[in-house]
Nanobody, 129 residues
């Protein structure tokens, strides 16, 4: 599986912004979907956003839509997550993963899911005043 190194986390006040980045070990990412996932203390890991590295199409969990933007850099083989209007509930360790997709639950709620299981160290994001 592709391995990632995540970076860019830190401590920010509510309403602030951070930009996360993950670098991939693969020679090319064109055949992959790449996603950002997060895990808060005492909670299960959840998907945040997903991007098709080939065509740039994106998907977002309802909890972050309109606040977070995922993007990719083909040349650098990196995927970034611009996080704006951060809330305390965004506090978590953030990870990258391949093989993500958007799941629409009954009722219309969107989730980001993956079968990836080679999680890296992640990058810590803390939102507090």
């Amino acid at each position: 599986q592709v391995q990632f190194v995540e970076s860019g986390g830190g401590l920010v006040q509510p309403g602030g912004s951070l930009r996360l980045s993950c670098a991939a070990s693969a020679f090319t990412l064109d055949s992959y979907t790449i996603g950002w996932f997060r895990q808060a203390p005492g909670k299960e890991r959840e998907g945040v956003s997903c991007i098709n590295f080939s065509d740039g199409s994106t998907g977002y969990a309802d909890s972050v839509k309109g606040r977070f933007t995922i993007s990719r850099d083909n040349a650098q083989k990196t995927v970034s997550l611009q996080m704006n209007s951060l809330k305390p509930e965004d506090t978590a360790i953030y990870y990258c993963a391949t093989d993500c997709r958007v799941l629409v639950r009954p009722g219309g709620t969107k989730m980001i899911i993956t079968t990836y299981d080679s999680w890296g160290q992640g990058t810590q994001v803390a939102v507090a005043s």
